[in-house]
């Protein structure tokens, strides 16, 4: 079950950098016209690497304190998750509305660079951590075999 936790933790991280990398690209990283702060953003993506980090770790020397603490670095991870989509929710329903309208742009003419998010990468990142949450922590209970 471990081993299943890695991957489904690898996979979300993909969905993870291509959405960082496409905010990124958009000129999030300087707070300008986004919903998404900064410190939020790049605070998930750092936690969410340690997080992998200790689990491969945990997978490799079999030293559950570090299964339990890879376990917990998921908690604000999965926090600050829930917490960007909210944020990124009414971008995209505008996205819908302003493009049936002609337009594209916020309020100051500015075009959110989370509005170009695939809804397909945003709705399976946000089902693979879930996914990832519950095989880590049926992995840490012992469910399942290790």
Do not use: C
Not at 12 to 40: Q, S, Y
Not at 47 to 62: E, F, H, K
Not at 111 to 140: C, D, K, N, Q, Y
Request: aromatic fraction near 8%.
């Amino acid at each position: 079950m471990g081993i299943a936790a890695l991957i489904a933790w690898i996979l979300t991280a993909g969905g993870g950098f291509f959405m960082l990398a496409k905010w990124v690209a958009g000129g999030g990283h300087r707070g300008e016209h986004t919903k998404l702060p900064p410190a939020m953003v790049f605070g998930h993506f750092l936690l969410a690497a340690a997080g992998l980090v200790l689990w491969i770790i945990y997978l490799a020397v079999d030293n559950d304190p570090i299964g339990w603490i890879a376990l917990i670095v998921l908690a604000p991870v999965a926090i600050l998750g829930l917490v960007m989509f909210a944020r990124w929710l009414p971008t995209y329903r505008s996205s819908h509305a302003t493009i049936s309208a002609g337009g594209g742009s916020d309020a100051s003419g500015q075009t959110p660079p989370e509005r170009s998010f695939p809804v397909a990468i945003v709705g399976g990142h946000g089902v693979l951590a879930v996914v990832t949450v519950i095989l880590v922590l049926l992995t840490m209970l012992g469910v399942g075999g290790s």
